[in-house]
């Protein structure tokens, strides 16, 4: 996830190729007699709720969101898609698996590598395209071919551009040329179309050269929007200038929510938009409090996660999506603290209180905590969420009701009581 944010394209401009760090003594931990019966007693219960990550990868959201009409194609104009299933959990694992991969030591193995059969890119072995790829150079593209997908997504990897700001940004572009608002002269005389595997091929390749058209993609989705007016900013599916990943906005209002409140806006690993293990019975999927407190809650845990350097699936899988007793008894038992709950969760609210006052020294304020205008007033189309949408209104009462919770003032802008509570005076 280092990709996105520009944080890679910081570097290069530094002419940071990369950094290396180098150590010879092993690490230990305080108590591995309680870390050991910790784990053994987290292990069954992730096993289990990780068994799809492990045989298919996250590829299984495809089916997932394409079942609950979430699945964002042809730049969000649908939340469905007729040709997911070329690019389905199921297609990939009989038809281009080649073995599993997994950072050291990791239980789950997530990761694949696959293998084009057949076809332009035939004995192309890649990693296997995560979700966000298969949604944001597939469907939001509308090239569900799982061999151009892969060679996609090498091309990205190599050239080290972020799969989910190019996938979103080449969809508005398209979507822009389409209605007229992006002319020929722009696009050199290239038609712009969806469903069209080597022209995005080509326009990725441009864009990593700055050539053309390419050194307007560069910029991403949202400076190209203000070269081009008003109504192209009606079809950007980004917030704070980062593009949305593959999980709804208008479909979940947790996500909504989250993006909206995100420091970094568009990402989906500032809050957590993993509930499919809440009930459907639950007043969560109802109640807008409830939902903006969960928000809170996942913020607060990605950014302990994220001190901890710890794996997403891993960890909210094995240990819970929300901060608790598991994963003080983990620090404790690597650490030799004596923290308790109410430690942890001050310290995921201080890093994001803290992460809010930069932003906000940076001109960040209740006006940049919005969603795309087409997730809060284009209803979904088709399917089973049609109808779908965020409003504005009821996003003002979430984004209050937030604040509140968190201590900041009306413009969202914690407040000085809130800073010296935290420590951050």
Same mark, same amino acid.
């Given at each position: 996830?280092?990709?996105?944010?520009?944080?890679?394209?910081?570097?290069?401009?530094?002419?940071?190729?990369?950094?290396?760090?180098?150590?010879?003594?092993?690490?230990?931990?305080?108590?591995?007699?309680?870390?050991?019966?910790?784990?053994?007693?987290?292990?069954?219960?992730?096993?289990?709720?990780?068994?799809?990550?492990?045989?298919?990868?996250?590829?299984?959201?495809?089916?997932?969101?394409?079942?609950?009409?979430?699945?964002?194609?042809?730049?969000?104009?649908?939340?469905?898609?007729?040709?997911?299933?070329?690019?389905?959990?199921?297609?990939?694992?009989?038809?281009?698996?080649?073995?599993?991969? +997994?950072?050291?030591?990791? &239980?789950? *193995?997530?990761?694949?590598?696959?293998? =084009? /059969?057949?076809? #332009?890119?035939? $004995?192309?072995?890649?990693?296997?395209?995560?979700?966000?790829?298969?949604?944001?150079?597939?469907?939001?593209?509308?090239?569900?071919?799982?061999?151009?997908?892969?060679?996609?997504?090498?091309?990205?990897?190599?050239?080290?551009?972020?799969?989910?700001?190019?996938?979103?940004?080449?969809?508005?572009?398209?979507?822009?040329?389409?209605?007229?608002?992006?002319?020929?002269?722009?696009?050199?005389?290239?038609?712009?179309?969806?469903?069209?595997?080597?022209?995005?091929?080509?326009?990725?390749?441009?864009?990593?050269?700055?050539?053309?058209?390419?050194?307007?993609?560069?910029?991403?989705?949202?400076?190209? +929007?203000?070269?081009?007016? &008003?109504? *192209?900013?009606?079809?950007?599916?980004? =917030? /704070?200038?980062? #593009?949305?990943? $593959?999980?709804?906005?208008?479909?979940?209002?947790?996500?909504?929510?989250?993006?909206?409140?995100?420091?970094?806006?568009?990402?989906?690993?500032?809050?957590?938009?993993?509930?499919?293990?809440?009930?459907?019975?639950?007043?969560?999927?109802?109640?807008?409090?409830?939902?903006?407190?969960?928000?809170?809650?996942?913020?607060?845990?990605?950014?302990?996660?994220?001190?901890?350097?710890?794996?997403?699936?891993?960890?909210?899988?094995?240990?819970?999506?929300?901060?608790?007793?598991?994963?003080?008894?983990?620090?404790?038992?690597?650490?030799?603290?004596?923290?308790?709950?109410?430690?942890?969760?001050?310290?995921?609210?201080?890093?994001?209180?803290?992460?809010?006052?930069?932003?906000?020294?940076?001109?960040?304020?209740?006006?940049?905590?919005?969603?795309?205008?087409?997730?809060?007033?284009?209803?979904?189309?088709?399917?089973?969420?049609?109808?779908?949408?965020?409003?504005?209104?009821?996003?003002?009462?979430?984004?209050?009701?937030?604040?509140?919770?968190?201590?900041?003032?009306?413009?969202?802008?914690?407040?000085?009581?809130?800073?010296?509570?935290?420590?951050?005076?």
């Amino acid at each position: 996830m280092a990709g996105r944010g520009g944080i890679g394209s910081v570097l290069g401009s530094k002419k940071v190729k990369a950094v290396v760090v180098q150590g010879k003594k092993k690490t230990a931990v305080a108590d591995s007699v309680e870390l050991g019966n910790l784990l053994r007693e987290c292990a069954e219960p992730m096993k289990k709720k990780t068994q799809g990550l492990s045989g298919f990868g996250t590829p299984i959201l495809v089916n997932l969101y394409q079942s609950q009409g979430a699945l964002g194609t042809r730049n969000l104009q649908q939340e469905v898609n007729a040709s997911w299933e070329a690019i389905s959990a199921e297609r990939f694992k009989d038809h281009h698996f080649v073995k599993h991969s +997994a950072c050291a030591q990791c &239980p789950v *193995a997530c990761g694949k590598v696959s293998e =084009v /059969k057949e076809g #332009e890119f035939a $004995g192309l072995r890649w990693k296997m395209p995560e979700y966000e790829t298969l949604f944001a150079l597939g469907t939001m593209t509308d090239n569900c071919d799982p061999g151009f997908i892969i060679a996609a997504n090498r091309v990205c990897d190599l050239l080290g551009m972020d799969t989910i700001s190019m996938g979103v940004t080449l969809s508005f572009a398209i979507e822009c040329y389409e209605r007229g608002i992006l002319g020929s002269k722009d696009t050199e005389g290239i038609p712009l179309r969806f469903g069209d595997p080597g022209l995005v091929l080509n326009l990725i390749q441009k864009t990593a050269k700055g050539e053309g058209l390419g050194s307007l993609l560069a910029e991403g989705s949202f400076r190209l +929007a203000d070269r081009l007016g &008003p109504e *192209a900013k009606k079809l950007l599916y980004g =917030v /704070k200038g980062l #593009e949305i990943p $593959g999980h709804s906005a208008r479909v979940y209002p947790i996500n909504g929510i989250g993006y909206a409140t995100n420091t970094r806006g568009g990402s989906h690993h500032d809050h957590r938009p993993t509930f499919r293990a809440i009930p459907p019975d639950d007043p969560l999927h109802r109640d807008l409090n409830l939902q903006t407190e969960f928000v809170i809650n996942t913020q607060n845990f990605s950014a302990v996660g994220d001190s901890l350097t710890q794996c997403r699936f891993v960890t909210e899988q094995g240990f819970g999506i929300r901060l608790g007793s598991n994963h003080v008894r983990l620090i404790n038992a690597v650490t030799g603290w004596q923290m308790e709950l109410q430690d942890l969760e001050r310290i995921g609210e201080r890093i994001v209180t803290l992460e809010r006052a930069f932003n906000c020294r940076e001109g960040i304020s209740r006006k940049e905590d919005v969603l795309p205008y087409r997730v809060t007033h284009e209803p979904v189309q088709e399917g089973v969420t049609k109808g779908k949408l965020f409003p504005v209104e009821k996003l003002e009462k979430a984004l209050s009701y937030y604040y509140s919770k968190r201590g900041w003032d009306k413009d969202g802008i914690p407040t000085p009581e809130t800073m010296r509570k935290l420590g951050l005076t």
